[in-house]
């Protein structure tokens, strides 16, 4: 399988705890007849992987790490639009009852922007992620306003834009990793892309 990487111009040197970690988000499953994303690393290598094994924009889909371990599962609620819970997995159980993140779509007819809050029992803090209409952008930010992460639409060395379908993730490296995918794939749940 050819890898994919997300900086073209990257060697295979792997980055160091305090470097930002670039991430390929493709808007594709690698179950067959899935529905999800795939996310590769710098090195080329699957990393997380997003399927719900149901049609587009279900209610339920799973966050797993590069040998298919459940890392969270993501529901959305019965009751509230836009609204969605996540819950931590460890060693393929739920490791609690009460959703470790809360998810809520912000409303407002005249917003150009589609932002969410989000508050995370996991680490007691909250974040914000806010992306804009039409556009495959977005960026989670912490209760201080610092960027945690950032996505954008892929180039390819040339300088050409990919497909909506493909994004590049830049995370900072204070962030977990595990944590900032749940949070892209809710926000691609909210608006309709997953």
């Not at 995370?120 to 914000?128: A, F, I, L």
């Not at 834009?161 to 995918?181: H, I």
Request: hydrophobic content about 35%; proline content about 2%.
């Amino acid at each position: 399988m050819a890898k994919i990487h997300p900086n073209p111009s990257a060697d295979t040197c792997s980055s160091s705890s305090s470097e930002k970690e670039t991430f390929t988000i493709w808007m594709k499953s690698l179950v067959c007849h899935g529905n999800g994303c795939t996310v590769f690393n710098s090195d080329g290598d699957v990393a997380f992987r997003v399927d719900n094994y149901q049609q587009r924009c279900s209610s339920k889909a799973f966050l797993m790490d590069s040998t298919g371990n459940i890392l969270f599962s993501l529901n959305r609620k019965k009751l509230g639009f836009g609204s969605w819970e996540g819950f931590k997995w460890i060693d393929s159980v739920v490791r609690m009852e009460k959703p470790c993140i809360r998810v809520r779509r912000n409303s407002g007819i005249l917003r150009k922007d589609n932002s969410c809050q989000v508050s995370v029992g996991c680490d007691e803090n909250s974040y914000t992620i806010t992306g804009f209409e039409g556009k495959s952008t977005l960026k989670i930010t912490d209760f201080s306003g610092q960027t945690l992460a950032e996505a954008t639409q892929k180039q390819s060395a040339e300088g050409f834009v990919l497909g909506d379908d493909v994004l590049r993730l830049t995370v900072e490296a204070r962030a977990d990793q595990s944590l900032v995918m749940a949070l892209v794939t809710l926000y691609g749940l909210i608006s309709g892309k997953l």
